[in-house]
Nanobody
Framework: QVQLVESGGGLVQAGGSLRLSCISS????????MGWFRQGPGKEREFVAS????????YYADSVKGRFTISRENTKNTAYLEMNSLKPEDTAVYYC?????????????????????WGQGTQVTVYS
């Protein structure tokens, strides 16, 4: 079981930036693909970004492409989501999730049902 804890959320003005972190308690963090998802008020949970276990492959939702960057430091058991040029529509609870060990389907890995471990979420609020 992978324990995940997100941090870094907050209140930011449109156009600003935030960096989310996701720390894992498992020593095998480097074998798991990681994803970031978000759920806005009254909306379904949606895919934001994913990265393979070694960080060599990354995918982004069209809505965040060019503004958000996913990365990871396996030596620190941590994944990150750098968010720039934030918009009010980015307001949501952001969740990190770990996929299956050594599994990378190569099609974006954007289905939340394929992720078995989730953090508790961190709130991001963007005001205009």
């Amino acid at each position: 079981q992978v324990q995940l804890v997100e941090s870094g959320g907050g209140l930011v003005q449109a156009g600003g930036s935030l960096r989310l972190s996701c720390i894992s308690s498992t020593l095998t963090f480097g074998t798991y693909a990681m994803g970031w998802f978000r759920q806005g008020p009254g909306k379904e949970r949606e895919f934001v970004a994913s990265t393979s276990w070694n960080g060599g492959s990354k995918y982004y939702a069209d809505s965040v492409k060019g503004r958000f960057t996913i990365s990871r430091e396996n030596t620190k058991n941590t994944a990150y989501l750098e968010m720039n040029s934030l918009k009010p529509e980015d307001t949501a609870v952001y969740y990190c999730a770990a996929g299956k060990s050594y599994y990378w389907p190569g099609d974006g890995y954007n289905d939340p049902h394929e992720y078995g471990n989730w953090g508790q979420g961190t709130q991001v609020t963007v005001y205009s």
